[in-house]
Protein backbone atom coordinates (compact mmCIF):
# COMPACT_ATOMS: atom_id res chain seq x y z
CA UNK A 1 0.00 0.00 0.00
CA UNK A 2 1.37 3.39 -0.80
CA UNK A 3 0.37 5.65 1.59
CA UNK A 4 -2.83 5.15 4.29
CA UNK A 5 -5.13 3.02 2.21
CA UNK A 6 -3.61 3.27 -1.12
CA UNK A 7 -2.60 0.90 -3.78
CA UNK A 8 1.14 -0.02 -4.31
CA UNK A 9 2.18 -0.30 -7.72
CA UNK A 10 2.35 -3.41 -10.02
CA UNK A 11 4.79 -6.51 -9.39
CA UNK A 12 4.74 -8.84 -6.07
CA UNK A 13 7.62 -8.86 -3.25
CA UNK A 14 10.18 -11.71 -2.40
CA UNK A 15 10.13 -12.68 1.35
CA UNK A 16 10.42 -15.49 3.30
CA UNK A 17 9.10 -18.51 1.04
CA UNK A 18 7.41 -16.43 -1.46
CA UNK A 19 8.12 -15.63 -5.17
CA UNK A 20 9.05 -12.48 -6.39
CA UNK A 21 6.87 -11.07 -9.55
CA UNK A 22 3.08 -10.45 -9.52
CA UNK A 23 0.59 -13.41 -8.17
CA UNK A 24 3.00 -14.68 -5.55
CA UNK A 25 2.63 -15.86 -2.20
CA UNK A 26 4.96 -13.15 -0.04
CA UNK A 27 5.93 -11.96 3.42
CA UNK A 28 4.21 -9.03 4.63
CA UNK A 29 3.98 -5.81 2.98
CA UNK A 30 3.28 -1.94 3.31
CA UNK A 31 -0.33 -3.28 2.18
CA UNK A 32 -0.45 -4.55 6.20
CA UNK A 33 0.92 -1.82 8.12
CA UNK A 34 -1.03 0.97 6.64
CA UNK A 35 -4.64 1.96 6.66
CA UNK A 36 -5.21 -0.66 9.18
CA UNK A 37 -7.04 1.55 11.90
CA UNK A 38 -9.41 2.46 8.76
CA UNK A 39 -10.16 -1.03 8.06
CA UNK A 40 -10.83 -1.44 11.58
CA UNK A 41 -13.53 0.63 11.09
CA UNK A 42 -14.78 -0.74 8.21
CA UNK A 43 -14.87 -4.17 9.58
CA UNK A 44 -16.42 -3.46 12.68
CA UNK A 45 -19.28 -2.50 10.67
CA UNK A 46 -19.20 -4.98 8.17
CA UNK A 47 -18.84 -8.46 10.17
CA UNK A 48 -22.02 -8.34 11.80
CA UNK A 49 -23.93 -8.34 8.54
CA UNK A 50 -22.14 -11.40 7.13
CA UNK A 51 -24.21 -14.65 6.87
CA UNK A 52 -21.44 -16.70 8.29
CA UNK A 53 -21.08 -14.34 11.57
CA UNK A 54 -22.53 -15.87 14.39
CA UNK A 55 -23.69 -13.26 15.79
CA UNK A 56 -25.34 -11.71 12.88
CA UNK A 57 -27.04 -8.40 13.20
CA UNK A 58 -25.56 -7.19 16.06
CA UNK A 59 -23.51 -4.55 16.86
CA UNK A 60 -19.58 -4.60 17.70
CA UNK A 61 -18.05 -2.17 19.87
CA UNK A 62 -14.30 -3.59 19.53
CA UNK A 63 -12.44 -5.26 17.18
CA UNK A 64 -8.63 -5.97 17.02
CA UNK A 65 -6.02 -7.59 13.86
CA UNK A 66 -4.61 -10.54 15.98
CA UNK A 67 -2.66 -11.82 12.12
CA UNK A 68 -2.04 -9.55 9.12
CA UNK A 69 -0.18 -10.89 6.27
CA UNK A 70 0.14 -9.83 2.47
CA UNK A 71 0.23 -12.91 0.09
CA UNK A 72 -0.14 -10.41 -3.52
CA UNK A 73 0.77 -6.91 -4.12
CA UNK A 74 0.01 -4.54 -7.13
CA UNK A 75 -3.87 -4.29 -8.40
CA UNK A 76 -5.48 -6.47 -6.91
CA UNK A 77 -3.46 -6.95 -3.84
CA UNK A 78 -4.80 -9.67 -1.15
CA UNK A 79 -4.17 -9.27 2.61
CA UNK A 80 -4.83 -12.02 4.91
CA UNK A 81 -6.52 -10.83 8.80
CA UNK A 82 -7.02 -13.17 11.34
CA UNK A 83 -9.93 -10.48 13.98
CA UNK A 84 -10.88 -10.84 17.38
CA UNK A 85 -14.20 -9.31 18.79
CA UNK A 86 -16.08 -10.37 21.82
CA UNK A 87 -18.77 -12.60 21.19
CA UNK A 88 -21.20 -12.90 24.44
CA UNK A 89 -18.58 -12.18 26.78
CA UNK A 90 -16.10 -14.14 24.85
CA UNK A 91 -13.39 -13.88 22.78
CA UNK A 92 -14.10 -15.27 19.21
CA UNK A 93 -11.16 -14.81 15.95
CA UNK A 94 -12.59 -14.93 12.29
CA UNK A 95 -10.28 -15.03 8.92
CA UNK A 96 -10.87 -12.26 6.51
CA UNK A 97 -9.55 -11.95 3.37
CA UNK A 98 -8.93 -8.59 2.00
CA UNK A 99 -8.56 -8.08 -1.96
CA UNK A 100 -7.89 -4.28 -2.96
CA UNK A 101 -9.07 -3.00 -5.93
CA UNK A 102 -9.39 0.72 -7.70
CA UNK A 103 -11.60 -0.47 -10.11
CA UNK A 104 -14.51 -3.26 -8.56
CA UNK A 105 -16.09 -4.67 -11.59
CA UNK A 106 -19.70 -4.94 -11.25
CA UNK A 107 -19.25 -8.95 -10.16
CA UNK A 108 -18.08 -7.73 -6.46
CA UNK A 109 -20.10 -4.56 -5.45
CA UNK A 110 -22.28 -6.86 -3.30
CA UNK A 111 -18.47 -8.19 -1.63
CA UNK A 112 -17.84 -4.29 -0.68
CA UNK A 113 -16.24 -3.32 2.86
CA UNK A 114 -15.58 -0.20 2.16
CA UNK A 115 -13.03 2.56 0.36
CA UNK A 116 -9.94 3.70 1.40
CA UNK A 117 -8.73 6.59 -0.26
CA UNK A 118 -10.41 5.42 -3.49
CA UNK A 119 -9.44 1.84 -3.22
CA UNK A 120 -12.11 -0.51 -2.62
CA UNK A 121 -11.79 -2.88 0.09
CA UNK A 122 -13.90 -6.17 -0.62
CA UNK A 123 -14.42 -9.60 0.65
CA UNK A 124 -11.43 -11.56 -1.52
CA UNK A 125 -13.05 -15.07 -1.91
CA UNK A 126 -15.44 -13.62 -4.02
CA UNK A 127 -12.92 -12.89 -6.74
CA UNK A 128 -11.94 -15.56 -8.85
CA UNK A 129 -7.99 -13.85 -9.64
CA UNK A 130 -7.86 -13.58 -5.67
CA UNK A 131 -9.29 -17.11 -4.82
CA UNK A 132 -6.55 -18.46 -6.98
CA UNK A 133 -3.73 -17.37 -4.73
CA UNK A 134 -4.43 -20.00 -2.20
CA UNK A 135 -5.05 -22.64 -4.27
CA UNK A 136 -1.58 -21.74 -6.05
CA UNK A 137 -0.23 -21.96 -2.46
CA UNK A 138 -1.13 -25.22 -1.51
CA UNK A 139 -0.07 -26.22 -5.00
CA UNK A 140 3.40 -25.38 -4.31
CA UNK A 141 3.55 -25.47 -0.68
CA UNK A 142 4.06 -21.86 0.25
CA UNK A 143 5.31 -20.26 3.31
CA UNK A 144 3.51 -16.31 4.04
CA UNK A 145 5.06 -15.26 7.33
CA UNK A 146 3.31 -17.75 9.76
CA UNK A 147 1.02 -18.72 7.43
CA UNK A 148 1.66 -22.63 6.04
CA UNK A 149 0.40 -23.97 2.26
CA UNK A 150 0.70 -27.78 2.67
CA UNK A 151 -0.54 -30.30 0.28
CA UNK A 152 -1.51 -33.78 1.35
CA UNK A 153 1.44 -35.96 -0.16
CA UNK A 154 -1.06 -38.36 -1.81
CA UNK A 155 -3.06 -35.34 -3.62
CA UNK A 156 -3.50 -35.81 -7.43
CA UNK A 157 -1.93 -32.83 -9.08
CA UNK A 158 -3.57 -29.40 -8.54
CA UNK A 159 -2.36 -27.51 -11.89
CA UNK A 160 -5.05 -28.39 -13.79
CA UNK A 161 -7.24 -26.48 -11.60
CA UNK A 162 -5.74 -22.98 -11.48
CA UNK A 163 -7.26 -19.98 -13.37
CA UNK A 164 -4.28 -19.98 -15.86
CA UNK A 165 -4.94 -23.64 -17.20
CA UNK A 166 -6.52 -23.95 -20.47
CA UNK A 167 -10.40 -23.92 -20.18
CA UNK A 168 -10.42 -23.23 -16.74
CA UNK A 169 -12.18 -20.62 -15.02
CA UNK A 170 -11.30 -19.39 -11.18
CA UNK A 171 -12.44 -20.54 -7.97
CA UNK A 172 -16.56 -19.78 -7.68
CA UNK A 173 -18.09 -19.55 -4.23
CA UNK A 174 -20.85 -21.81 -3.12
CA UNK A 175 -23.79 -19.59 -1.85
CA UNK A 176 -25.59 -22.59 0.51
CA UNK A 177 -22.90 -22.33 3.31
CA UNK A 178 -23.87 -20.65 6.68
CA UNK A 179 -20.89 -21.20 8.89
CA UNK A 180 -17.92 -20.89 6.42
CA UNK A 181 -17.42 -20.10 2.68
CA UNK A 182 -16.50 -22.91 0.43
CA UNK A 183 -14.95 -21.87 -3.52
CA UNK A 184 -15.12 -24.89 -6.18
CA UNK A 185 -11.91 -25.00 -8.70
CA UNK A 186 -12.69 -26.62 -11.74
CA UNK A 187 -14.91 -30.30 -11.46
CA UNK A 188 -12.76 -31.61 -8.90
CA UNK A 189 -10.90 -29.87 -6.12
CA UNK A 190 -12.89 -27.72 -3.34
CA UNK A 191 -11.70 -25.37 -0.86
CA UNK A 192 -13.59 -24.46 2.10
CA UNK A 193 -12.55 -21.69 4.22
CA UNK A 194 -13.23 -21.07 8.31
CA UNK A 195 -14.66 -18.28 8.91
CA UNK A 196 -14.52 -18.52 12.60
CA UNK A 197 -11.05 -20.24 14.08
CA UNK A 198 -10.39 -22.16 16.82
CA UNK A 199 -6.71 -23.38 18.28
CA UNK A 200 -6.50 -27.12 18.19
CA UNK A 201 -6.55 -30.34 15.87
CA UNK A 202 -9.31 -29.55 13.94
CA UNK A 203 -12.19 -32.32 13.75
CA UNK A 204 -12.74 -31.40 10.18
CA UNK A 205 -9.50 -32.27 8.34
CA UNK A 206 -8.25 -34.57 11.01
CA UNK A 207 -11.50 -36.80 10.19
CA UNK A 208 -11.48 -36.40 6.40
CA UNK A 209 -7.84 -37.25 6.35
CA UNK A 210 -7.86 -40.14 8.68
CA UNK A 211 -10.47 -41.57 6.48
CA UNK A 212 -9.43 -40.93 3.38
CA UNK A 213 -5.96 -42.98 4.53
CA UNK A 214 -7.86 -45.71 4.88
CA UNK A 215 -9.95 -45.67 1.67
CA UNK A 216 -12.84 -45.11 3.49
CA UNK A 217 -15.75 -44.24 0.38
CA UNK A 218 -17.71 -42.10 2.95
CA UNK A 219 -15.63 -39.26 2.53
CA UNK A 220 -14.52 -36.62 0.06
CA UNK A 221 -10.39 -36.80 0.13
CA UNK A 222 -8.35 -33.58 1.13
CA UNK A 223 -5.78 -32.58 -0.72
CA UNK A 224 -4.38 -29.73 0.93
CA UNK A 225 -4.66 -26.93 3.70
CA UNK A 226 -3.81 -23.91 4.96
CA UNK A 227 -3.05 -23.52 8.73
CA UNK A 228 -1.36 -21.08 11.13
CA UNK A 229 -0.10 -20.83 14.60
CA UNK A 230 -1.86 -18.65 17.41
CA UNK A 231 -0.49 -18.29 20.95
CA UNK A 232 1.10 -21.23 20.24
CA UNK A 233 -1.19 -23.37 19.36
CA UNK A 234 -1.89 -24.76 15.61
CA UNK A 235 -5.00 -23.47 14.17
CA UNK A 236 -6.74 -24.60 10.68
CA UNK A 237 -7.61 -22.38 8.19
CA UNK A 238 -8.73 -23.70 5.03
CA UNK A 239 -9.29 -27.48 3.61
CA UNK A 240 -8.79 -28.59 0.08
CA UNK A 241 -10.79 -31.58 -0.91
CA UNK A 242 -12.23 -33.93 -3.79
CA UNK A 243 -15.07 -31.69 -5.10
CA UNK A 244 -17.88 -34.45 -5.82
CA UNK A 245 -19.23 -33.12 -9.45
CA UNK A 246 -22.26 -33.61 -9.67
CA UNK A 247 -23.35 -34.56 -6.65
CA UNK A 248 -26.73 -33.53 -4.62
CA UNK A 249 -27.00 -33.24 -1.12
CA UNK A 250 -29.79 -34.57 1.54
CA UNK A 251 -31.53 -31.98 2.09
CA UNK A 252 -32.43 -31.07 -1.25
CA UNK A 253 -33.21 -34.61 -2.40
CA UNK A 254 -35.67 -34.95 0.33
CA UNK A 255 -37.28 -31.67 -0.01
CA UNK A 256 -37.65 -32.46 -4.02
CA UNK A 257 -39.12 -35.45 -2.54
CA UNK A 258 -41.30 -34.13 -0.36
CA UNK A 259 -42.52 -31.51 -2.82
CA UNK A 260 -43.66 -34.19 -5.48
CA UNK A 261 -45.58 -35.56 -1.81
CA UNK A 262 -47.33 -32.77 -0.48
CA UNK A 263 -48.45 -31.78 -4.09
CA UNK A 264 -50.29 -35.12 -4.38
CA UNK A 265 -51.49 -35.27 -0.58
CA UNK A 266 -50.38 -38.66 -0.60
CA UNK A 267 -52.24 -39.82 -3.24
CA UNK A 268 -50.68 -43.63 -4.79
CA UNK A 269 -50.98 -46.36 -3.00
CA UNK A 270 -49.06 -45.16 0.59
CA UNK A 271 -45.22 -45.33 -1.21
CA UNK A 272 -42.93 -42.37 0.47
CA UNK A 273 -40.52 -40.77 -1.74
CA UNK A 274 -36.96 -41.12 -0.42
CA UNK A 275 -37.36 -44.08 2.08
CA UNK A 276 -35.05 -45.97 -0.37
CA UNK A 277 -32.33 -43.71 0.38
CA UNK A 278 -32.68 -43.53 3.66
CA UNK A 279 -31.93 -46.93 4.01
CA UNK A 280 -28.68 -46.26 2.02
CA UNK A 281 -27.80 -43.27 3.80
CA UNK A 282 -28.58 -45.44 6.91
CA UNK A 283 -26.01 -48.28 5.59
CA UNK A 284 -23.62 -45.20 4.66
CA UNK A 285 -23.55 -44.09 8.08
CA UNK A 286 -23.27 -47.55 9.46
CA UNK A 287 -19.87 -47.85 7.25
CA UNK A 288 -18.54 -44.34 8.36
CA UNK A 289 -18.79 -44.91 11.94
CA UNK A 290 -17.12 -48.32 11.29
CA UNK A 291 -13.92 -46.35 9.65
CA UNK A 292 -14.17 -44.05 11.86
CA UNK A 293 -13.56 -46.67 14.82
CA UNK A 294 -11.13 -47.98 13.09
CA UNK A 295 -9.00 -44.86 12.12
CA UNK A 296 -9.48 -43.79 15.81
CA UNK A 297 -10.70 -46.45 18.26
CA UNK A 298 -13.48 -47.23 20.22
CA UNK A 299 -14.31 -48.22 23.78
CA UNK A 300 -17.10 -48.67 26.06
CA UNK A 301 -18.04 -46.12 28.46
CA UNK A 302 -17.38 -46.44 32.30
CA UNK A 303 -20.43 -46.49 34.49
CA UNK A 304 -18.46 -43.31 35.47
CA UNK A 305 -18.87 -41.61 32.09
CA UNK A 306 -22.60 -42.50 31.59
CA UNK A 307 -23.28 -40.72 34.69
CA UNK A 308 -21.46 -37.68 33.24
CA UNK A 309 -23.18 -38.19 30.47
CA UNK A 310 -26.23 -38.44 31.47
CA UNK A 311 -25.83 -35.14 34.07
CA UNK A 312 -24.53 -33.25 31.46
CA UNK A 313 -27.69 -33.38 29.56
CA UNK A 314 -29.57 -32.35 32.75
CA UNK A 315 -27.32 -29.65 32.39
CA UNK A 316 -28.63 -28.63 29.38
CA UNK A 317 -31.44 -28.69 29.92
CA UNK A 318 -31.68 -26.64 33.07
CA UNK A 319 -29.56 -24.11 30.41
CA UNK A 320 -32.21 -24.17 28.35
CA UNK A 321 -35.45 -23.71 30.19
CA UNK A 322 -33.58 -20.54 31.97
CA UNK A 323 -33.56 -19.55 28.55
CA UNK A 324 -36.87 -20.43 27.55
CA UNK A 325 -39.06 -21.03 30.59
CA UNK A 326 -42.09 -22.83 28.16
CA UNK A 327 -39.49 -25.89 28.07
CA UNK A 328 -41.19 -26.81 31.82
CA UNK A 329 -43.85 -27.93 30.24
CA UNK A 330 -41.73 -31.15 29.00
CA UNK A 331 -39.40 -30.93 31.80
CA UNK A 332 -40.65 -34.21 34.25
CA UNK A 333 -41.03 -36.13 30.61
CA UNK A 334 -37.00 -35.33 29.25
CA UNK A 335 -35.64 -36.03 32.56
CA UNK A 336 -36.94 -39.09 32.82
CA UNK A 337 -35.47 -40.24 29.63
CA UNK A 338 -31.98 -38.88 30.90
CA UNK A 339 -32.17 -41.06 33.76
CA UNK A 340 -32.75 -44.01 32.14
CA UNK A 341 -29.38 -43.39 30.57
CA UNK A 342 -27.54 -43.81 34.06
CA UNK A 343 -29.18 -46.99 34.88
CA UNK A 344 -28.79 -48.80 31.01
CA UNK A 345 -27.59 -52.47 31.74
CA UNK A 346 -25.19 -52.76 28.77
CA UNK A 347 -22.22 -51.42 27.24
CA UNK A 348 -22.13 -48.21 25.55
CA UNK A 349 -19.57 -47.90 23.02
CA UNK A 350 -18.11 -44.82 22.11
CA UNK A 351 -15.78 -43.12 19.44
CA UNK A 352 -15.05 -40.33 17.08
CA UNK A 353 -18.60 -39.58 15.47
CA UNK A 354 -19.56 -36.74 13.24
CA UNK A 355 -21.25 -34.56 15.77
CA UNK A 356 -23.21 -32.43 13.55
CA UNK A 357 -25.11 -34.76 11.37
CA UNK A 358 -28.12 -34.16 9.02
CA UNK A 359 -29.17 -34.29 5.37
CA UNK A 360 -27.29 -31.05 5.21
CA UNK A 361 -24.42 -32.84 5.64
CA UNK A 362 -24.40 -35.63 3.15
CA UNK A 363 -23.87 -35.83 -0.39
CA UNK A 364 -25.46 -38.31 -3.04
CA UNK A 365 -22.57 -39.06 -5.43
CA UNK A 366 -21.45 -41.78 -7.88
CA UNK A 367 -19.68 -43.87 -4.98
CA UNK A 368 -22.79 -43.77 -2.87
CA UNK A 369 -23.64 -41.35 0.38
CA UNK A 370 -20.67 -39.30 1.57
CA UNK A 371 -20.10 -37.12 4.61
CA UNK A 372 -19.12 -33.82 4.69
CA UNK A 373 -17.61 -31.11 7.53
CA UNK A 374 -16.49 -32.85 10.87
CA UNK A 375 -15.91 -30.03 12.07
CA UNK A 376 -18.96 -30.26 14.62
CA UNK A 377 -21.03 -27.81 16.03
CA UNK A 378 -19.03 -24.97 15.60
CA UNK A 379 -20.20 -23.21 19.02
CA UNK A 380 -19.31 -26.12 21.19
CA UNK A 381 -15.44 -26.67 22.43
CA UNK A 382 -13.18 -28.22 20.52
CA UNK A 383 -12.12 -30.79 23.34
CA UNK A 384 -15.28 -31.92 23.23
CA UNK A 385 -15.89 -31.75 19.40
CA UNK A 386 -12.97 -34.14 19.34
CA UNK A 387 -14.07 -36.26 22.70
CA UNK A 388 -15.27 -39.96 21.82
CA UNK A 389 -19.06 -39.78 21.67
CA UNK A 390 -21.86 -42.79 20.96
CA UNK A 391 -22.09 -43.03 17.66
CA UNK A 392 -26.09 -43.15 18.47
CA UNK A 393 -25.95 -39.30 18.98
CA UNK A 394 -25.02 -39.06 14.30
CA UNK A 395 -28.37 -41.39 14.45
CA UNK A 396 -30.08 -39.17 16.85
CA UNK A 397 -28.84 -35.82 14.72
CA UNK A 398 -30.43 -37.47 11.05
CA UNK A 399 -33.35 -38.49 12.66
CA UNK A 400 -33.85 -35.13 13.66
CA UNK A 401 -33.25 -33.81 10.47
CA UNK A 402 -35.89 -35.96 8.85
CA UNK A 403 -38.33 -34.15 10.49
CA UNK A 404 -36.65 -31.02 9.83
CA UNK A 405 -37.34 -31.89 5.95
CA UNK A 406 -41.00 -32.41 6.53
CA UNK A 407 -42.34 -30.07 8.89
CA UNK A 408 -40.11 -26.58 7.55
CA UNK A 409 -42.26 -26.18 4.07
CA UNK A 410 -45.71 -27.05 6.88
CA UNK A 411 -44.71 -23.27 8.81
CA UNK A 412 -47.64 -21.16 8.54
CA UNK A 413 -49.84 -23.79 7.45
CA UNK A 414 -51.17 -25.16 10.44
CA UNK A 415 -54.96 -25.90 9.26
CA UNK A 416 -53.67 -27.87 6.57
CA UNK A 417 -53.83 -31.41 8.29
CA UNK A 418 -54.14 -33.85 5.43
CA UNK A 419 -50.45 -32.77 4.15
CA UNK A 420 -49.71 -32.56 7.83
CA UNK A 421 -50.37 -36.45 7.98
CA UNK A 422 -48.56 -37.31 5.24
CA UNK A 423 -45.66 -35.38 7.19
CA UNK A 424 -46.18 -37.42 9.79
CA UNK A 425 -46.08 -40.96 7.17
CA UNK A 426 -43.33 -39.73 5.47
CA UNK A 427 -40.93 -39.24 8.70
CA UNK A 428 -42.42 -42.46 9.94
CA UNK A 429 -40.90 -44.43 7.10
CA UNK A 430 -37.54 -42.56 6.22
CA UNK A 431 -36.65 -42.70 9.92
CA UNK A 432 -38.02 -46.64 10.13
CA UNK A 433 -36.11 -47.07 6.47
CA UNK A 434 -32.55 -45.28 8.10
CA UNK A 435 -32.66 -47.28 11.38
CA UNK A 436 -33.37 -50.33 9.48
CA UNK A 437 -29.94 -49.65 7.03
CA UNK A 438 -27.81 -48.39 10.07
CA UNK A 439 -28.59 -51.63 11.96
CA UNK A 440 -28.04 -54.01 8.55
CA UNK A 441 -24.94 -52.53 7.69
CA UNK A 442 -23.36 -53.62 11.64
CA UNK A 443 -24.43 -50.24 13.29
CA UNK A 444 -25.56 -50.61 16.90
CA UNK A 445 -29.90 -51.64 16.28
CA UNK A 446 -31.37 -48.49 17.79
CA UNK A 447 -34.35 -50.53 18.65
CA UNK A 448 -32.26 -52.79 20.75
CA UNK A 449 -30.66 -49.44 22.22
CA UNK A 450 -33.80 -47.45 22.21
CA UNK A 451 -33.80 -45.53 25.84
CA UNK A 452 -30.04 -44.49 24.64
CA UNK A 453 -31.44 -43.08 21.20
CA UNK A 454 -34.61 -41.39 22.55
CA UNK A 455 -32.51 -39.87 25.18
CA UNK A 456 -30.20 -38.39 22.81
CA UNK A 457 -32.71 -37.18 20.17
CA UNK A 458 -34.60 -35.52 23.22
CA UNK A 459 -31.19 -33.70 23.68
CA UNK A 460 -30.70 -32.37 20.41
CA UNK A 461 -34.44 -31.12 20.02
CA UNK A 462 -33.53 -29.30 23.58
CA UNK A 463 -30.77 -28.02 21.76
CA UNK A 464 -33.18 -27.16 18.40
CA UNK A 465 -35.06 -25.46 20.49
CA UNK A 466 -32.79 -22.94 21.87
CA UNK A 467 -31.26 -21.97 18.41
CA UNK A 468 -34.60 -21.94 16.69
CA UNK A 469 -35.80 -19.36 19.43
CA UNK A 470 -32.76 -17.40 19.33
CA UNK A 471 -32.11 -17.16 15.48
CA UNK A 472 -34.98 -18.45 13.54
CA UNK A 473 -38.13 -18.15 15.68
CA UNK A 474 -40.51 -18.79 12.81
CA UNK A 475 -39.07 -22.40 12.99
CA UNK A 476 -39.62 -22.65 17.05
CA UNK A 477 -42.69 -24.98 16.54
CA UNK A 478 -40.63 -27.91 14.46
CA UNK A 479 -38.82 -28.85 17.21
CA UNK A 480 -41.34 -28.08 20.50
CA UNK A 481 -43.86 -30.00 18.43
CA UNK A 482 -41.74 -32.96 18.41
CA UNK A 483 -41.02 -32.44 22.41
CA UNK A 484 -44.84 -32.43 23.30
CA UNK A 485 -45.66 -35.35 20.68
CA UNK A 486 -42.62 -37.72 22.30
Not at 64 to 89: K, N, Q, Y
Not at 92 to 117: H, K, M, N, S
Not at 154 to 176: K, Q
Request: hydrophobic share 45%.
Amino acid sequence: MAGKGGMAGKGGMAGKGGMAGKGSVAGRSSVARNGTSDLTDLLIRWLPQQRWFPGRGTSLSELAIVSDVTLLTGDPALRHLIVETVLHGQPARFQVLVGYRRDLPPELAETVIGRLDGVGCYDALHDPELADVLLRGITEQRLAEHLRFVREPAAPALAAYESGAPGRTGGRVLGAEQSNTSLVFGDQAILKVLRRLFPGANPDLEIADGLARLGSARVAAPYGWIETDLDGEPVLLAVLSQFLAGASDGWALALGALHQLYARHGAGGGEYPFTAQARLLGQATAQLHADMARAFGSRDMTAAELAGLTAAMHGKLSDAIAVLPALRDHEAKLRSAYDAVASLDRPVPVQRIHGDYHLGQVLYASQGWVALDFEGEPAVPLAVRRALAPALRDVAGMLRSFDYAARHQLIGRPADEPVASVADGWVQHCQQAFCAGYAASGGADPDSHAALLRALTLEKAVYEVIYEYRHRPSWLPIPLGYLAAA
